[in-house]
């Protein structure tokens, strides 16, 4: 593995001796070789027939676009767009590519425009892969694009593609094509997927994962929820994000299980899809948990719950076991974890995975005490435990590690007094909405560039299911309508995914400050009540 020195990963032979050989294609044709017939990829759409694909299925339909991506002259490292919501063909693409050594890059589905021809442009990507919901989209956004391939669907929704200006390819020919019987050697430092991530900077940074990283965070997340090849897991989360990608779909495939997805989650489809495949886990958030309060329990298979943290106070009321993690794009599994014979109090998030090393800090650098709280560093394996890069952004990737090596994630985290791990804040200007970190300063840029703004502070208000909100405050120029809340919530729904569109709009005449004059934004958020309905 002489490739380390070039991306820079600390040396760690037990981690790189652990690899040596594999990548995600020598992972599936593991279990096609084991277990053929065996239910691997199990489709519940909402008012569609399910479809099930066993593991040689799956291999024979992915080596099937893989010729179509080869047809379209893809070559290893060239760089694919996967921007969906969750379908079967996502998963099929995004194998596809790895089994060329091509780069899947997947996005949020929610993006506008302006994110699309962003993410094109930053990562030079060749083509694009999308449904008839997001055809028109991504054709406007990136008119340069090689190649357009469009899915019959929208996740089980049949809907035709939309008339554009340029031809696009349908998927479904993709299928009919005799299966590639392509090889190569495993790489495991190859580059192997992207995701972007929103930062304190106004436009997100492109986190690049290797199959090594792939591999880990698979085999890791397995052993943190204690799974083997009977678990079953029930997956709705979206697929663009490292919580399905990584926690849901890479652990079911490290132990040969099997992976209901659903569209995305819903609390009237939710149980239909479990007790049908008889699920024994799910990867959530506590949205999803709230949501389902309100649902009657029937009787299931479950045995575990992840929810991002502990709340024992509805183990019982949903007879599962509830437990906490933290893990970030960066770390590409769970950095932190509860045990699922040990989940710790609520709000618990765990403690320190073994196979990462956490410093939780003083703002002298000294690390903290129980009852205190820090900034939360983790150390890992660049490459494999932690991720490789930040795509062209070599001050961005180099600034976020010290001198040691340790990874600043932006957040706080308190320790109480038995050790167990509590997040407190972020440190950076983020906002936690739903699943979504969202940046402060993005929606700020775009509010900016309205012309009614003269300056603008946007924070998180509390928000009973989704965590928080972004709520604006402003402070206007002259000239800016009257009607300024509705116009500016409409230039924000214009100009930004749904999830980082304002929910309120508060104009000022002078701003609280602190020192050096910067907008205090505490002090706005103290003015803001929780949403509680």
Known sequence: MNDCKTLDIPKSQ??????????????????????????????????????????????????????GLIDQGVKKGDRVLIHMSNCPEFILSWYACAMLGAVAVTTNANSVQRDITYYVDHADIIGAITQPQYAALIHQSAPQLGFLIVTKDNGGEATPCPTLERRSLSFETFLNLTPSSMTREPEPLLDFAIQFTSGTTSRPKAVVWTHANALWGGEMSARHFGLDHRDVC???????????QCYSLLSTLWVGGSYILQPRFSKSQFWSAAIKYQATWASMIPFCVKALVAEDVPKHNFRLWLAAVSIPQLEEHFGIPIGGLYGMTETVTQAIVCDPQHRGPFMCIGRVSPGYEISIRREDGSDIDPQETGDLFIRGVRGISLFKEYLKNHEATNECFDAEGWFNTGDRIHMDQNGDLFFSERTKDMLK?????????????????????????VVGQKHHML???????????????????????EWCQQHLASFKVIHDVHVVVDFPRSTLEKIAKNKLREQLPEITH
């Open 467 to 489: 965590d928080e909100v972004p709520v604006a405050f402003i402070s206007l120029l002259d000239g800016a309508p009257e009607s300024i809340k509705e116009r500016l919530i």
């Open 14 to 67: 037990s981690l790189e001796r652990a690899m040596q050989g594999r990548d995600l294609p020598w992972l599936l044709s593991h279990w096609v070789e084991c277990t053929p017939d065996k239910p691997f990829l199990i489709w519940s759409p909402f008012g569609a027939e399910d479809r099930v694909w066993s593991y040689e299925k799956f291999d024979q339909d992915a080596r099937r676009i893989l010729q």
């Open 433 to 457: 909405v739903g699943a979504e970190n969202v940046a402060a300063s993005e929606i700020e840029s775009v509010i900016q560039e309205s012309g009614w703004v003269d300056e603008v502070a």
């Open 234 to 244: 029930h997956a709705f989360l979206p697929l663009f994000h490292c919580n399905n």
